[in-house]
Structure formats: C-alpha cells, structure tokens
C-alpha cells in the first residue's frame, strides 16, 4: 500500500504561483505513473495532469498547459505540480494519485488532497 501526502497548498492572487508537493510512503513510486487531479464543489473530480514512471512523457489537460508543470523526483518518492498564472478557475481541492497504467487517467491511490484557492 502506497500512502501519499500532499501539500504546498493555499490562497494565491490571480496570475500568482504555488507549487505542489506529493510525499509518498510506504513503497517507492519510482515504477508508477503519478498524476495530479482537481475537484471543484459539488462536482466529480477531475483528471489534471499525469507523469510516466520514468519522468520522460507527461499529459496534460488542455486548460492547464503552459501553466502548470508536473515533475517527479523517484529519489525522494515525490511528486510536484508547479502551478503559474492561476486563474479563479483552478480554485479546487488537488489531489495526487498515483496511477492505474501508463500515465492513464485514473487513479488507484490516493492523497487526502490540498487545497487551492485563487483569489482575484
């Protein structure tokens, strides 16, 4: 069993930046595909961005591309999402997870989520 902590989260500005960090524990991550997912109120949530196992592909969600970036550091078994030009749109609850497959758009473990929260 994999648990995964997130953090990094806040109240930023419109155009302002945060960087999220997803801790992982209990076995290594290194062979998984990562992925950072969003939840708005009173609605499902939603895929954002994933990362392949080895770092090299990463996929991401047309409404974040160009603002935010995933990394991952297998050393440390953490995750980033490095989010730029928030918009009150993004405000959500972020969650990590890591992934079913090969940067597939579905979780299978999961973090208890970070909030962020963009204020104009």
């Known amino acids: 069993q994999v648990q995964l902590v997130e953090s990094g989260g806040g109240l930023v500005q419109a155009g302002g930046s945060l960087r999220l960090s997803c801790a992982a524990s209990g076995r290594s991550v290194s062979s998984y595909a990562m992925g950072w997912f969003r939840q708005f109120p009173g609605m499902e949530r939603e895929y954002v961005v994933g990362?392949?196992?080895?770092?090299?592909?990463?996929d991401y969600v047309d409404s974040v591309k160009g603002r935010f970036t995933i990394s991952r550091d297998n050393a440390k078994n953490t995750v980033y999402l490095q989010m730029n030009s928030l918009k009150l749109e993004d405000t959500a609850v972020y969650y990590c997870?890591?992934?079913?497959?090969?940067?597939?758009?579905?979780?299978?473990?999961w973090g208890q989520g970070t909030q962020v929260t963009v204020s104009s």
């Open positions: 990362i392949a196992k080895g770092g090299g592909r990463t």
């Open positions: 997870a890591v992934l079913t497959g090969s940067i597939t758009r579905t979780g299978l473990y």
